[in-house]
C-alpha cells in the first residue's frame, strides 16, 4: 500500500547510493539504523543498494544513550564487527555511531566509505537530497571552500549575538561535503568544514539555533540562546538558562576537559535544510555556522583528537569575514561571485 512521498523518498535513496556514495556491483553496504530512526529511509535505501547490485546488510539495533565513544557499550559485538569490514557504510541513527570506537576503526583501515546521514526522515530526504541539483551545489561549495582556504584571518558574527576571531591553518583541508566515494568519513551534502588553529579562537559564541550533544544534552531547537564564551579555544563560561544548565550539568558529568574544546567550525549551505531540532539538517541551514566541540574527527588533522563524546551547536544569519572582506551578512550571500552561483543552486 503506498504511504506519503513513496516516489519521492525512492529517488532520494537512490540518489544515495548512486551518486552519493557511488555503489559499484558485487560490493558489500552496511546501513545502520538504531530503534529511534524512521525504519522506511533504511529500507528503501537497502532496496536502491540491492538494485545496484550490492549485497546489502541492514543493521536494525537498540538505540544508544549518547554519541561517540559513550555509545560503546550499548553497542552488540556482531555490529562492531560489521562495521569495519564492509566497503561502504551508511548510517541512519539517531545516536550517532559517529566518533564511537568502531567509526574509529572503520576509518583507520582506509576501506570503508562511510556517508553519515543520521536520523534523517522521509521530508528530510527529499529535502536534502533528492531535490538537490547536484551539479550547481558542487560548483558554489567548491569556489567558497577555495576563498577560505586562502583566507588567513575570519571572523563570524550573528544577531544573535557571537563574535568570534580565529586564525586558519592553511595546511589542513577543508571539508566539503558533496559525495562519498573515497574511503573514509564523509557526511550530508551542504556542509563546509575545518579546524582553525585551535588557540586562536577567541570571543563569544552564541547557539540560536539548535544544539546537540547526545542523550541527555540533545536539546534541539533552543527556546532561549546559549553563550559560550572562549579563551584561546576553550570554553571558560556557559551562560543562559535552564537549557544552558542542562548543558552545564552534562559537560560536569562526563567529566572530560577536552569537550569544552572547539574543534570546528562548518558553514550551513544545504538550500532544502530547516530548522528541525535534528543536527544532521541544522548544521545545513542556508547562512548559519556551526561549532562543535569535544571529539575532533581525523579529518580536520588538528591538534586534539580523542575526546568522550562530541557536540554541536548552530548560529543563524551568520555574517562572515575573510580576511576583513565580508562574504556573508545576516545568512545572505553578498560576494558577487559567490552571490551568482548561490542563485543557481536556490533557484
Known amino acids: ?4 512521498m513513496d516516489l519521492e523518498l525512492a529517488n532520494a535513496t537512490y540518489k544515495v547510493v548512486k551518486d552519493l556514495i557511488k555503489i559499484k556491483p558485487e560490493e558489500n553496504l552496511l546501513i545502520t539504523v538504531d530503534s529511534a530512526t524512521e525504519w522506511r529511509v533504511a529500507e528503501e535505501t537497502a532496496k536502491a543498494g540491492n538494485a545496484l547490485g550490492a549485497k546489502i546488510h541492514l543493521a536494525y539495533h537498540s538505540t544508544p544513550r ?15 564487527e560489521a562495521i569495519p569490514n564492509t566497503d561502504a557504510w551508511i548510517e541512519y541513527n539517531n545516536q550517532w ?5 568502531p567509526w574509529e576503526k572503520a576509518m583507520e583501515g582506509r576501506r570503508v566509505r562511510y556517508l553519515f546521514l543520521g536520523g534523517l526522515n522521509t521530508d528530510q530526504m527529499v529535502r536534502c537530497i533528492g ?8 560548483e558554489f561549495q567548491n569556489k567558497i571552500v577555495e576563498m577560505t582556504h586562502l583566507a588567513k584571518h575570519m571572523r563570524i ?4 549575538g557571537t563574535d568570534i576571531s580565529f586564525e586558519n591553518d592553511p595546511n589542513r583541508p577543508i571539508t566539503n ?7 573514509g568519513p564523509h557526511f550530508l551534502l551542504g556542509q563546509i568544514g575545518w579546524a582553525p588553529i585551535e588557540e586562536s579562537i577567541n570571543g563569544k559564541i552564541v547557539f540560536d539555533g539548535s544544539f546537540s550533544g547526545g542523550g541527555e544534552a540533545d536539546l534541539g531547537i533552543l527556546k532561549e540562546p546559549i553563550e559560550f564564551i572562549l579563551r584561546d579555544g576553550k570554553v571558560v563560561e556557559i551562560l543562559g538558562g535552564e537549557e544552558a544548565k542542562i548543558l552545564k550539568q552534562w559537560l560536569e558529568k562526563l ?6 574544546n572547539a574543534v570546528h567550525v562548518c558553514y550551513g549551505f544545504n538550500p532544502g535544510a530547516r530548522l528541525s531540532g535534528l543536527c544532521t539538517e541544522d548544521e545545513r541551514v542556508w547562512g548559519s555556522t556551526e561549532w562543535g566541540f569535544g571529539y575532533q574527527g581525523p579529518m580536520f588533522k588538528g591538534k586534539l583528537g580523542d575526546a568522550t563524546s562530541h557536540a554541536d551547536g548552530i548560529c543563524l544569519n551568520s555574517s562572515v569575514w575573510m580576511d576583513e ?20 543552486v536556490r533557484k
Request: glycine content about 6%; hydrophobic content about 35%; cysteine-free.
Open 131 to 138: 531535490k538537490i541539483d547536484l551539479s550547481a551545489q558542487t
Open 325 to 344: 572582506k565580508l562574504i556573508m551578512d545576516k545568512g545572505k550571500i553578498i560576494d558577487p561571485e559567490l552571490k551568482k552561483l548561490s542563485e543557481a
Open 157 to 160: 558574527t550573528t544577531l544573535g
Open 1 to 4: 500500500m503506498p504511504t506519503i
Open 255 to 260: 567529566n572530560d576537559p577536552r569537550m569544552y
Open 177 to 183: 561535503e558533496l559525495t562519498a566515494d573515497v574511503p
Open 66 to 80: 549518547g554519541y561517540g565513544k559513550v555509545a560503546d557499550k550499548f553497542l552488540p559485538d556482531s555490529l562492531k
Open 97 to 101: 555511531l559517529l566518533y564511537s570506537t
